[in-house]
């Protein structure tokens, strides 16, 4: 299957500082990328949609000013956590969508907010 | 607006038993349909999928059936192994929408 490669694993930070997810695939080309967050023992929450070359589309509920997406390439995503609070403490997760319409995952991103 | 239902949110089975998880959905328009196993910490590797016109698909232990008309699918896994303790999503996207709706998974523990 398609490799989908995410960074950092895990990442701690001070509350009102700014965190970078990355997200590539490694062996194909991705024009749509898609970020989740998942609470404990709980579903996978799409956030948004990620679009290479054009604005992000977003889910109901989720403040598009706080997560910042770019998709500036058709073989990374980025996600932004800007001014984090413990609240935004989580894990996130990115997909791309591969042949098939399969969608491969990242390995995750364990997010803490001090 | 939950499209999408794992009513079973554990399921245990001894090792070499079959493992039965079900999905019961509610959007008619969903034409395709994923199974992702998921560890702790870890993003969800893709199991088996199975598209609307079909109403089985077999992937060495992995078996997934589609009953449209009572919009339900299933996954089986025969024989169970411990390796296959996990949770398990079962996912499903309509056309032209890209974007897959989860359930809320199952957690399989496989016994000795």
């Known amino acids: 299957g398609a490799v989908v490669s995410q960074h950092p694993s895990r990442v701690i930070c001070k509350s009102g500082t700014s965190v970078k997810i990355e997200c590539r695939s490694l062996?194909?080309?991705?024009?749509?990328m898609f970020w989740y967050r998942q609470f404990p023992k709980q579903s996978l929450m799409l956030m948004a949609t990620?679009?290479?070359?054009?604005?992000?589309?977003?889910e109901q509920g989720v403040e598009k000013d706080k997560f910042l997406i770019n998709h500036a390439s058709l073989t990374l995503s980025t996600l932004t956590v800007t001014s984090a609070h413990p609240e935004d403490s989580s894990f996130y997760i990115c997909?791309?969508?591969?042949?098939?319409?399969?969608?491969?995952f990242g390995a995750g991103t364990r997010l803490s907010v001090l | 607006d939950q499209q999408v239902k794992q009513n079973s949110p554990s399921l245990s089975v001894q090792e070499g038993r079959i493992s039965i998880l079900n999905c019961d959905y509610t959007?008619?328009?969903?034409?395709?349909f994923l199974w992702y196993k998921k560890y702790p910490a870890e993003g969800p590797t893709f199991l088996i999928s199975?598209?609307?016109?079909?109403d089985k698909n077999e992937d060495g232990r992995f078996t997934v059936f589609l009953n449209k008309s009572a919009k339900h699918l299933s996954l089986h896994i025969v024989p169970s192994q411990p390796g296959d303790s996990a949770v398990y999503f079962c996912?499903?996207?309509?056309?032209?929408?890209?974007?897959?709706?989860f359930g809320a998974g199952t957690q399989v523990v496989v016994t000795p």
């Open positions: 997909s791309a969508t591969g042949d098939k319409n399969i969608q491969y």
């Open positions: 062996d194909f080309q991705a024009t749509t």
């Open positions: 990620s679009n290479e070359g054009s604005k992000a589309t977003y």
């Open positions: 959007n008619s328009m969903f034409d395709y």
């Open positions: 199975i598209s609307s016109i079909k």
């Open positions: 996912a499903a996207s309509a056309p032209g929408w890209g974007k897959l709706q």
